[in-house]
């Protein structure tokens, strides 16, 4: 495994779309920790009429993750609020189903989702069982500003089972049995890839002796560096899933793919060809099962980094469509306050209305193949379809990783300034300015600036109606980062 240089330099304390995160032992420290813990907890139990104490605690399977979730209930205990912590690794939807059931003030986990393995990270989730919104992370930065004192308590901790409260909660929404005998009838396989996280064992649990001869998971264990490359449902990092789809099909056998991030909200697909399917692909197809088969109401919501496609899909359906900046906290938003079919994002994070105001990917995963079975058509299929009715849409994202924060607010300061009237050869017909900087070059073909809240990381976002637009497009924008700034 290649090392690279880790940026020593301690970064403020600051929240990005969902949470803080730093890297373990120069940003992310117990000493901060017990410090961050504490004003959310205090904030979690201020802004709602109190029913009662309880803060749910959880974690993922990343290093140091357990030790620093107890840590979070003695500063939790500190603060005289009562912590209920997880009594193993989960994913990060089963905190925010937890908080329904305990109707609890809301839950902190340590997680750093699907950034690289020497990240670690706290998300804060309300008490409606949703990320917070950035005004409630401005008070709780505005308490550590404050530099308020409180000592953690540390005593034994009631532990309980969220995971299985949440694998048996969404499972009574689906009807297992009809799905699976529906998937076996086309033949399909159903190789599941949790990327060593905390959704590792989920599906198969959910399935039980339905999953016999249906499910098949891979990289179930715990690996706290995730075999070398981030715990993200990218295309680069999934290339165990693909073959085995891919030598599947060379087989005859008919297979589909089902990955899941580090910490079990974000998801991505390979179907039956073994091609890769993210969001940008699912969401056309969740949209139309919803809509079209299960007759759901509610307007569809996607980030600015979306596909058009989504918007064609929903719209060809009668739904209205809501374009919202990148984090999933702007779609939880407008799930509290309308009625809402499906909110989505490109890095995979899926929520439905008639569940919760959060991204769950094995929820989002039982709607995919619920619509498999609904229409007895291969995703692969289903997606074909789409394209032949609406155009083609090919969609990639690259990451540039930076020297510094201080490097990332002078190249955001850079774009927004030197904002470029063409792209190679393509001028610029619209710029939006929702998140970052998206510059649309013609229908269904834009390219997209937006740096991380969480790290020093440049992304690029690119979608066009050919592979080659896209990779043009994207070579292109590099070189204006390059020349302008490099």
């Known amino acids: 495994m290649k090392k690279k240089k880790l940026n020593l330099a301690k970064e403020k304390i600051s929240f990005g779309t969902d949470g803080w995160r730093g890297v373990l032992g120069v940003d992310f420290t117990?000493?901060?920790?017990?410090?961050?813990?504490?004003?959310?907890?205090?904030?979690?139990?201020?802004?709602?009429?109190?029913?009662?104490n309880k803060i749910i605690i959880g974690y993922d399977r990343r290093f140091l993750a357990e030790e620093m979730a107890e840590a979070v209930a003695s500063a939790v205990r500190g603060v005289d609020l009562v912590p209920l912590l997880a009594s193993s690794p989960l994913p990060t939807p089963s905190c925010s189903w937890g908080i329904v059931e305990e109707n609890a003030l809301g839950a902190l986990v340590i997680t750093a989702s699907h950034n690289p393995y020497e990240w670690l990270g706290l998300k804060i989730k309300g008490p409606f069982g949703g990320s917070v919104d950035s005004s409630f992370t401005d008070s709780v930065q505005k308490r550590l500003d404050a530099g308020g004192i409180s000592i953690p308590i540390e005593d034994a901790t009631a532990r309980?089972?969220?995971?299985?409260?949440?694998?048996?909660?969404?499972?009574?929404?689906?009807?297992?049995?009809?799905?699976?005998?529906?998937?076996?009838?086309?033949?399909?396989?159903?190789?599941?890839?949790?990327?060593?996280?905390?959704?590792?064992?989920?599906?198969?649990?959910?399935?039980?002796?339905?999953?016999?001869?249906?499910?098949?998971?891979?990289?179930?264990?715990?690996?706290?560096?995730?075999?070398?490359?981030?715990?993200?449902?990218?295309?680069?990092?999934?290339?165990?899933?693909?073959?085995?789809?891919?030598?599947?099909?060379?087989?005859?056998?008919?297979?589909?793919?089902?990955?899941?991030?580090?910490?079990?909200?974000?998801?991505?697909?390979?179907?039956?060809?073994?091609?890769?399917?993210?969001?940008?692909?699912?969401?056309?197809?969740?949209?139309?099962?919803?809509?079209?088969?299960?007759?759901?109401?509610?307007?569809?919501?996607?980030?600015v980094s979306g596909s058009d496609l989504m918007r064609l899909v929903a719209e060809d359906l009668g739904r209205e469509v809501l374009e919202k900046p990148v984090g999933f906290k702007y779609i939880a938003e407008e799930m509290l306050s309308r009625e809402v079919l499906i909110g989505g994002e490109e890095s995979g994070g899926v929520g439905f209305g008639h569940h919760l105001p959060e991204r769950d990917a094995l929820f989002t995963a039982l709607v995919l193949m619920e619509s498999i079975v609904a229409d007895s058509k291969f995703l692969g299929e289903k997606i074909d379809s789409f394209h032949a009715r609406f155009g083609k849409s090919h969609f990639e994202r690259i990451d540039l990783t930076l020297k510094n924060m201080e490097m990332r607010r002078d190249l955001e300061s850079f774009l927004k300034k030197?904002?470029?009237?063409?792209?190679?050869?393509?001028?610029?017909?619209?710029?939006?300015?929702?998140?970052?900087?998206?510059?649309?070059?013609?229908?269904?073909?834009?390219?997209?600036f937006r740096f991380s809240g969480t790290e020093p990381l440049l992304r690029i976002y690119c979608e066009a109606p050919s592979s080659e637009e896209v990779t043009s497009t994207l070579y292109y924008a590099k070189q204006l980062i390059d020349n302008g700034f490099g």
């Open 418 to 448: 030197e904002t470029p009237s063409s792209i190679g050869h393509e001028a610029v017909l619209e710029v939006i300015s929702t998140d970052g900087i998206k510059l649309v070059l013609d229908k269904s073909h834009w390219v997209m």
């Open 30 to 52: 117990l000493e901060r920790l017990l410090r961050v813990a504490a004003a959310a907890a205090q904030e979690l139990a201020y802004v709602k009429e109190k029913k009662n």
């Open 160 to 303: 309980i089972d969220f995971r299985k409260q949440h694998l048996l909660g969404i499972s009574q929404k689906f009807d297992i049995s009809l799905i699976s005998n529906g998937l076996k009838k086309l033949g399909l396989k159903i190789f599941v890839d949790p990327m060593h996280g905390s959704a590792a064992g989920c599906m198969s649990e959910l399935f039980g002796s339905y999953g016999d001869g249906l499910i098949y998971e891979i990289r179930t264990k715990r690996d706290p560096l995730f075999g070398g490359n981030p715990p993200e449902p990218m295309k680069a990092y999934l290339s165990q899933v693909i073959q085995e789809v891919q030598d599947s099909f060379q087989k005859g056998q008919f297979s589909m793919g089902l990955v899941f991030d580090g910490d079990g909200d974000r998801i991505a697909a390979i179907d039956e060809k073994g091609r890769y399917c993210n969001t940008q692909l699912l969401m056309p197809v969740l949209i139309d099962h919803l809509a079209r088969v299960r007759n759901m109401k509610g307007c569809v919501i996607k980030t």
